[in-house]
DNA sequence: GGAGTTATTGGACAGTTGCGCAATAGTGAT
DNA sequence: ATCACTATTGCGCAACTGTCCAATAACTCC
């Protein structure tokens, strides 16, 4: 194989080893597959990388921050706090890809295992919640939203996409992603006093 | 070891794999942990069971199975719907006891790729929600609770304790298992038009 | 050009896995 | 007591895993 760019290479490294990732799952993911997906040794990844756990793990936290910054972008794209409350359910529940929560179900099984994904799915996971707390709590200082509890409004709102978008995925079609977007945009609406049809 | 009748043999053997899943995952779980689990040789497992993947799904199956049981068997013990409301959630966050909650997300990250396992996983979700139902439309019956769609309803508050316990479990104590409690009970009491504090 | 650096190779290693199979040893019937 | 039956053994096998390492080859600088 030509020779590569460190950097570059180690991004190539990473990135094969999330595609691998999406198509066999965490679980399954080894180091001969990723030297397969990338068309290289696979003495070559142990070159970049001390250990599979770390890379695993920093394929995990590419692909899931990515996914929270594009999801950053879309909610900033609005101004209004109800928009932007709108923006954030569209981009979470993005009904092309299941791939992204098929990751999450992967990473949430396998935490129990390894330590070091473990601490990322949770840095990540935590993440979300701050965005959409932030998201209310800029909606109740804006006089749109009402909370007593913005903190445990985030969870739960999270939780119950979490908990009806892995039925979906896992499951195929135990609850419709329609249902999944109408019954989140109802849980919000009540979690945070707004008026009925309010979300789109 | 001791020669067994061969009903009871398996049934020993199903068991021991439980165990072991419970305590290392579906992913973590080998023939020869089951093996050392019941005290006999590797060879036996296989002269009763053709595969490990039937194993472990037949094993994940009772499991579940034994929950929803045993769920069913609390409900059945209170006579009023509030009641046995209650029940429902007490038995529900305690098979999550942790063992328990791990093997559901082992099994929601593995149905996208084994269809057996994906079927025993639908199957006793769909069955939890079923209970649920039927408990929400007995108490819309005897008229101490309102739903417009109990189908609905359970699968929200279904969803919902879902996601909430899967944090707990899988990251530690992103969000504590009194949290759990406390919101999940606050959310069916909205869904289902009962005064807040009617819940435990 | 040649020399030094290092990205890349391909295989060795020790460990694990599911599975198969000949041999062994209980068990009940005759 | 001898038989057929079969539950049980424990090892062997091939395939796989993560990790390591000497050899190689490509690149940069002089």
């Known amino acids: 194989m030509a020779r590569m760019n460190p950097d570059l290479r180690r991004e190539s490294i990473v ?3 999330l595609s691998v990732m999406q198509r066999h799952g965490i679980a399954a993911t080894t180091v001969r597959d990723v030297a397969a997906e990338l068309g290289t040794s696979s003495g070559l990844i142990h070159h970049y ?3 599979m756990d770390e890379l695993i793990t920093e394929a995990f936290e590419r692909a899931a921050t990515e996914d929270l910054e594009r999801a950053a972008a879309a909610i900033d794209s609005g101004s209004e706090p109800i928009d932007r409350l709108s923006r954030f359910f569209e981009s979470y529940t993005r009904a092309d890809d299941d791939s992204g929560m098929q990751l999450w179900l992967d990473a949430w099984a396998e935490a129990a295992r390894r330590p070091a994904l473990q601490q990322a799915s949770r840095r ?4 979300w919640q701050r965005l959409l707390c932030t998201l209310i709590q800029d ?3 804006r006089g749109v939203m009402s909370s007593e509890d913005p903190e445990g409004a985030a969870w739960r709102l999270l939780s119950l ?9 896992a499951h195929g079609d135990t609850v ?3 249902q999944v977007m109408i019954w989140s945009h109802r849980a919000a ?3 945070l006093g707004l008026p009925h049809g309010t979300l789109t």
């Open 15 to 17: 990135a094969a080893t």
């Open 49 to 51: 990388v001390t250990s």
């Open 124 to 127: 990540l996971n935590e993440d």
């Open 139 to 141: 909606g109740c200082a």
């Open 161 to 169: 996409l979490d908990g009806l978008t892995l039925q979906c995925v």
């Open 176 to 178: 419709t992603r329609e």
């Open 189 to 191: 609406e009540m979690e």
